[in-house]
Each structure stands twice: as C-alpha cells, then as structure tokens.
C-alpha cells in the first residue's frame, strides 16, 4: 500500500458493510476528513499511521443518513409554538443541540426539511463540522399563504412568487426545495387531505429547483397531492400517506408509478414506544398507515428512512434508530434497511459517492458497531466509535 504523507488514520473492524455489501476484515484509511483507501488483501498499515483495530467482532459502516429532519424544532408539545415564535438566537440553540443530540447516534448526514428564516444555513456555518451532521438543508418550505408551515417563513403563491422563492432558496445555499403539496396536521387552520398546489406550479418548482442545481422534496399526504407529485416527477416524496377522508386508501397505480420513475420515497416512520399522543388525525390512521408503509416497501420503490425528528415528543432528535427498527418490522431485510439508511438516503438527499459509502474519496463519516445489524438491527445502538470528518466524536 503505498505511504502517504499527513496525519493518516488507519481503522481496522472484522466486518465491514460499505453501503451495499459485507467485506470481511478490513481497513479503512482516511487523511483530512476524506476516506484514502480501503484494504481487504489483510496488508499492513503504513508505518507511520496511526491504528485503532476495533476488533473481529466490530462493524464499520458509512455514517447514517436521516432523510428527513427538523433542527430547529425542539421536539417537545409546544414545538410549534417554540420554531414559530422563539428569537433567532433560541432557535439556534435549540438547532444545536439537535445537530449534537443525531451525530451522537451515529447519523453523520441529515436533510433538514423545514427551518425557519433558513436558520440551518446560519447552524451550518457558525458550528464546526466535527460538532454536527453534514446538513443538506431545504430553508423554509414553500408554502400557501396560511398553509402548512407557513410560520416558518416560506409562504409563496402564484408562478413569478414560486419562481421567485426557489431563486431565494439557491441564492442563500440551500441544496434542497421543500414544498408542501398538501396540509399538515402540525399547523392549526391546516388539512392534510387539501391539497396546497396543482400540478402546474409543482412542476414549475420542480423544473426551477433542478435548473438551479437543486433537489426537490415535496411533503405529501393527499391521495390527489400524492397523484400530483409523481406526475411531477419529485426527486424524493414525503410521508406517501395515502390520507383520504375515510381513513387510508392506497392507490398502488401510483405505487407503481414511483417504482417505475425510481423516485426516493421518504416515509416518516421511527417514534419512541412510549410517546406523548399523536395528533388526532394521524392517530385514528396510524395501523392503516404503517399497512401502506409495509406495501410500499413490498412493491420495490427505493424507499428511505425520514424522521422527522424535532416534530413531537415521540419524535426527539436521536429517534433514527428506532425507524430502522420499524422498517424490518414493516418487512424490509436488515441489510436492505442498511443500504436504505446509507448509500440510497445520499442517493435521496444529493449526496451520491461522498456519503453513504465506505469508498475511497468518500467522506470519513463511519459508524463502528460491537455486533452484527444484519443478525440484529438494533445493534445500530451498540456504538463503538462515530467519526465525522475523519474525527472521532463518540
Ligand atoms: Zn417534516
């Protein structure tokens, strides 16, 4: 292997899964945050590295990827209450202790889908990287006037104001739009089963967030809202819910149709087993909804783990680990979860090849386990060592 020059770590773990398959013995080189090489042949590390062997036993994968957060909200009952009218400097503390709360568990990389007043932006370069997940950040959603989340401050209607706020959203550095086809159930005044958008305009913030450079996330509940942001061809689609006024009803035409465009599906699933009660409306479909997750996974779409972290009690920041468990409860294989959770979410959220994978130029994001998450998922909570940026944080 050939000597390199600088500060060079050498990793060694039994098992390696490199965000697709499982290698047996390896290493795992990284100079300035970057991954250098990665060694299976069993060689010896350069002479002047320095080793840490986690051991025959240990596991090391790329850094876990939430799909679907929100670092400034603070996951308690008056979250909406504290994003919509706390200070600037408060909402940022909260988004910091957020951003430390997830990189403990070993997500290295979220996609914050609804700040307020693009606070995520201020986060990302006020905290040092080694203190936080790499954030891909969508601002505020764009929004109805009065819709859903319209106290975040991405209210926008009509094709020049739409145009207008994508154009916003790319100039101030955001990586992702964030609109909401339908309403919410987290906002008074707002329905989940009316839809904010027709077609038109969805499709002109998804062609004008693509001609910027940007992905486009839409948060849909709505049957008629899920049919609008498949035919608009959405790189990711939120909650895919099915909401109807009866309760849940698939539409599995539209299933097919995202299995068939290949478009991320990011379902907002993990909760603690014993959290504070669901908003209503969610609660009275939650079996159901869990049914429609199970089938959409069964279908084949590219299915990836959201959070929504931040939202509720039952939704703090560090909750990820329990929607890895509830995918293979709702019949997605562990290493099937693990490559959701890994090399596909940086597929979903824009950052295909530097996350997501244990590869050389890959970034030296890693998550060392003590056992097996193929035997057990749940070893995902057995944390030896988390490194972000080639730092070890945990
Ligand atoms: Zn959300």
């Given amino acids: 292997m050939t000597v390199m ?127 936080r997940p790499d954030i891909v950040a969508a601002g505020p959603p764009i929004t109805t006037r009065g819709g859903h989340c319209h106290f975040l401050g991405g209210e926008a209607e009509g094709a020049d104001a739409l145009r207008a706020a994508v154009r916003e959203h790319a100039e101030r550095g955001c990586d992702v739009v964030k609109v909401m086809a339908s309403g919410g159930a987290m906002t008074p005044g707002s329905d989940s089963l009316q839809q904010q958008y027709d077609r038109s305009d969805l499709r002109l913030i998804v062609d004008e967030a693509h001609r910027r450079g940007l992905t486009a996330a839409a948060h849909a509940h709505a049957v008629p809202a899920i ?99 509830q995918l293979t409860e709702l019949g997605m294989p562990p290493r099937a979860v693990l490559r959701s959770a890994t090399s596909e979410a940086a597929k979903a959220v824009g950052r295909a090849g530097r996350k997501g994978v244990v590869r050389p130029s890959a970034d030296a994001d890693l998550l060392v386990l003590g056992s097996s998450p193929i035997d057990d998922i749940s070893a995902v909570t057995d944390i030896h060592a988390v490194y972000r940026a080639g730092h070890r944080v945990r």
């Fill in 5 to 131: 020059r600088g500060e060079l770590l050498a990793l060694r773990a039994g098992h390696v899964f490199d965000g697709v398959d499982v290698r047996q013995s390896g290493m795992v080189l990284i100079e300035d945050g970057v991954i250098l090489d990665v060694d299976f042949t069993g060689a010896a590390p350069p002479e002047h590295a320095s080793v840490t062997d986690f051991g025959p036993d240990a596991w090391l994968l790329p850094g876990l990827i939430d799909a679907h957060v929100h670092l400034c909200w603070d996951g308690s009952k008056e979250a909406v209450a504290h994003v919509s009218s706390d200070g600037h400097e408060t909402v940022l503390e909260t988004a910091r202790a957020s951003a430390a709360a997830t990189l403990t568990t070993g997500v290295t990389t979220v996609r914050d889908l609804g700040d307020r007043d693009y606070l995520t932006l201020a986060l990302r370069d006020q905290m040092p990287p080694t203190q």
């Fill in 227 to 325: 049919a609008d942001v498949v035919d608009a061809d959405f790189d990711t689609i939120e909650h895919f819910s099915f909401m109807t006024p009866d309760g849940v009803g698939l539409r599995q035409d539209l299933v097919d149709e995202v299995v068939r465009r290949e478009t991320f599906v990011s379902v907002t699933v993990g909760m603690l087993p014993s959290g504070a009660p669901l908003p209503p409306p969610v609660a009275a479909r939650i079996a159901e909804f869990w049914d429609v997750v199970a089938k959409v996974i069964a279908s084949g779409a590219r299915v990836v783990p959201g959070t929504d972290s931040g939202i509720s009690p039952d939704k703090p920041h560090g909750v990820y680990p329990h929607a890895l468990s």
